[in-house]
């Protein structure tokens, strides 16, 4: 599976943006979905993740509320709707895919990442 996420951009504090991540692959909808973020001098971090069918969904606490995640799989597209952005969401944003039946933060696959600033 190939990954690339795009979406990224410069956005105000209370802003929205929404992030898309584009996969090849004809078993696309057999993956579970993650995204993660890297902010400058930080560690990677778990921001959400959804399952295969969509059904299940998984937030970091800190996003919960403000972004949503979802996937249609006709598309090969997993999403990321960001809402009442921070300055401290800037981060590179990453879109992964993994086995549905690995651990939330085992992914085999990852795209690029796209740049998300949050001006305050």
């Known amino acids: 599976v190939q990954l690339q996420a795009f979406g990224g951009g410069l956005v105000q504090a209370g802003g929205s943006l929404r992030l898309s991540c584009a996969a090849s692959?004809?078993?696309?909808?057999?993956?579970?979905m993650g995204w993660f973020r890297q902010a400058p001098g930080k560690e990677r971090e778990f921001v959400a993740a959804?399952?295969?069918?969509?059904?299940?969904?998984y937030y970091a606490d800190s996003m919960k509320g403000r972004f949503t995640i979802s996937r249609d799989n006709a598309k090969n597209t997993v999403y990321l709707q960001m809402n009442s952005l921070k300055p401290e969401d800037t981060a590179v944003y990453y879109c992964?895919?993994?086995?549905?039946?690995?651990?939330?933060?085992?992914?085999?696959?990852w795209g690029q990442g796209t740049l998300v600033t949050v001006s305050s």
């Open positions: 992964a895919a993994g086995l549905e039946t690995a651990p939330l933060s085992l992914y085999n696959f």
């Open positions: 959804i399952s295969w069918s969509g059904s299940s969904t």
């Open positions: 692959g004809r078993t696309f909808s057999s993956y579970r």
